[in-house]
């Protein structure tokens, strides 16, 4: 697929899960949003979009600063199922970006060089971050997270979930997203404990 049909997908997408409304914008509006960053992106993109195994080119981003993170969940649609959390919107909305991770400022942005965390997977979220250092990457935030499985669901395996290191709230718990009863579901692991089914996803840049 070409980079200018997947931009355009991923835009339809969500502007047919209602996002435009949830940030009080009509469609032109909300379409207008992505237009300086697809001029960026695509000076900085291959001609084909081929997404790897757990690495992607580039995802959009939208900041709506109004809809609950948990109800972004439920918007998530992998298989003809519904995501869904377990943790309560109250305690979700605790969690922060941590020092070092720089959001760009404005209502949409583009992750670039997305990774699923093959690299990490069966290695506790504190060692990823070490990694994340050593590789010059930075920890997705919770809403990247989901900004990622609401594009491409397919990436969250039954055996392939990621945590969100760059979400944090000042306790040892580190969000996650992983396949429960065949659903998406945003959960927490503590960041000392490893899984053999749960890396730790990250980015290349933010534009």
């Not at 084909?48 to 995802?59: A, H, I, Q, R």
């Not at 939208?62 to 309560?88: A, C, H, I, Q």
């Not at 949409?108 to 290695?123: F, H, M, P, Q």
Request: glycine share 10%; aromatic share 8%; charged share 30%.
């Amino acid at each position: 697929m070409r980079f200018e049909e997947e931009f355009e997908r991923q835009i339809r997408n969500l502007i047919d899960k209602g996002y435009p409304g949830f940030m009080g914008m009509e469609e032109a509006a909300f379409r207008e949003l992505f237009a300086p960053l697809k001029e960026r992106a695509a000076e900085r993109m291959r001609e084909d979009f081929k997404p790897g195994e757990g690495s992607l080119p580039f995802v959009l981003v939208v900041t709506t600063g109004t809809l609950p993170r948990d109800e972004m969940m439920r918007r998530v649609e992998r298989s003809g199922k519904n995501g869904f959390s377990v943790m309560e919107a109250e305690d979700l909305a605790r969690f922060e970006p941590i020092e070092g991770v720089e959001l760009p400022e404005g209502e949409a942005y583009l992750l670039l060089d997305v990774d699923t965390g093959s690299e990490t997977l069966n290695r506790t979220p504190n060692e990823a971050m070490k990694s994340f250092a050593e590789w010059n990457r930075s920890p997705l935030t919770i809403e990247e997270g989901i900004a990622v499985i609401t594009h491409l669901p397919d990436v969250l395996q039954k055996n392939h979930g990621f945590s969100l290191c760059g979400s944090r709230c000042g306790d040892r718990r580190v969000s996650a997203l992983w396949i429960s009863g065949g659903k998406p579901k945003l959960g927490w692991c503590w960041a000392g404990n490893p899984h053999t089914w749960l890396g730790s996803a990250s980015c290349g840049a933010r534009i």
